[in-house]
């Protein structure tokens, strides 16, 4: 029903900044929970923001607050995960997801829409 696709991701020096992006297909991008997830080899799947359809609440993992901000675009069926102050441990494959209910969720198997994702790495 929903089609997402990540943009963005690239090569950031510590401390740099990057924007990623999330473009929704369908009709119902309105109604959908958003959420970015990250994953580096051999590491386990986090959630690092999520926000309501609306936009009225966000979630950020604990390590991110303060660098990473999640919005929205409902006209434009897009999403955006902005991240500042990029540290070596944020590197990793970022991954858009979308689940229908309203409720913030951190639990992965909630998101029934996912993005290929889009690979971010923090280096010098």
């Known amino acids: 029903q929903v089609q997402l696709v990540e943009s963005g991701g690239g090569l950031v020096q510590p401390g740099g900044s990057l924007g990623l992006s999330c473009a929704a297909s369908g009709r119902s991008f309105s109604t959908y929970t958003m959420a970015w997830f990250r994953q580096a080899p051999g590491k386990e799947r986090d959630a690092v923001a999520a926000i309501t359809p609306s936009g009225g609440r966000t979630y950020y993992l604990d390590s991110v607050k303060g660098r990473f901000s999640i919005t929205r675009d409902n006209a434009k069926n897009t999403v955006y995960l902005q991240m500042n102050s990029l540290k070596a441990e944020d590197t990793a494959t970022y991954y858009c997801?979308?689940?229908?209910?309203?409720?913030?969720?951190?639990?992965?198997?909630?998101?029934?829409?996912w993005g290929q994702g889009t690979p971010v790495t923090v280096s010098s």
């Open positions: 997801a979308a689940h229908s209910g309203v409720v913030l969720s951190r639990n992965q198997y909630k998101y029934a829409y």
